[in-house]
């Protein structure tokens, strides 16, 4: 079945250093979204990329999605500590009917 | 505009009891509706998925189960609950598959 890998698992930074998390599937994917997790909250929806090579901006977080749409990763600049959360890819397969599949999420921790 | 319920917010039952989790969503027709677990606070095993009343895939083997009994109710239930069972169970809506999910404030249950 397809698979959704992220890493790293876990990144501790200072507040002020950059922060980037990784996604790679296994097949071709239609779309790529990203949700973040507060710690005890849900997860929120940040963005979907649907384009081949697509980059997308939200104030200091740059998402991008790969040429062959099987890659993506998202890019916080200067963390602050609100961005304390687990952030999650889920992509769907590009052919027939499928769900999204979660990646494990990178936890990451901002500490002052 | 759009809201989703999800209660009980937190579930202490012992072994082999049942269960019933219920989520609704307001402000919307026709959704598509999902239970997840997460586990230790981090990847998202889909459960089950609703296009539809009475329209239910399960994704995974397991001793739960899900029914649809109105457009917009998603319940999630087990006749003998695992120690196994315990976790964070997360109900979410989306417009269509492929469109952004959004999800409840999830029930934290814990078998003893």
């Known amino acids: 079945g397809q698979q959704v890998m992220q890493i790293p698992q876990y990144q501790h930074v200072q507040e002020g250093e950059d922060f980037t998390t990784y996604c790679n599937s296994s097949t071709t994917l239609s779309n790529i979204q990203w949700y973040k997790q507060r710690p005890g909250g849900h997860p929120v929806f940040l963005i979907q990329?649907?384009?081949?090579?697509e980059v997308k901006k939200q104030k200091r977080l740059t998402f991008q999605f790969g040429e062959a749409k099987k890659n993506s990763s998202l890019h916080i600049t200067a963390t602050q500590t609100t961005d304390v959360g687990t952030y999650f890819c889920?992509?769907?397969?590009?052919?027939?009917?499928?769900?999204?599949?979660f990646g494990k999420g990178t936890m990451l921790l901002v500490s002052p | 505009s759009q809201t989703i319920h999800q209660w009980p917010a937190t579930l202490v039952q012992p072994v082999g009891s049942p269960l019933s989790l219920e989520c609704t969503v307001e402000?919307?027709?026709?959704?598509?509706l999902y239970w997840y677990r997460q586990a230790a606070g981090r990847g998202l095993q889909l459960l089950f998925y609703?296009?539809?009343?009475?329209?239910i895939s399960s994704e995974v083997p397991q001793n739960l189960s899900a029914s649809r009994p109105q457009d917009r109710q998603f319940i999630l239930s087990s006749k003998k609950l695992l120690l196994s069972d315990s976790g964070f169970y997360l109900c979410?809506?989306?417009?269509?598959?492929?469109?952004?999910?959004?999800f409840g404030d999830g029930t934290r249950l814990s078998i003893l």
């Open positions: 979410a809506w989306s417009v269509q598959r492929n469109q952004p999910q959004h």
């Open positions: 402000g919307t027709s026709n959704p598509n």
């Open positions: 889920a992509g769907r397969r590009d052919s027939g009917y499928s769900t999204l599949t």
């Open positions: 609703s296009v539809g009343i009475g329209q």
């Open positions: 990329l649907v384009k081949s090579g």
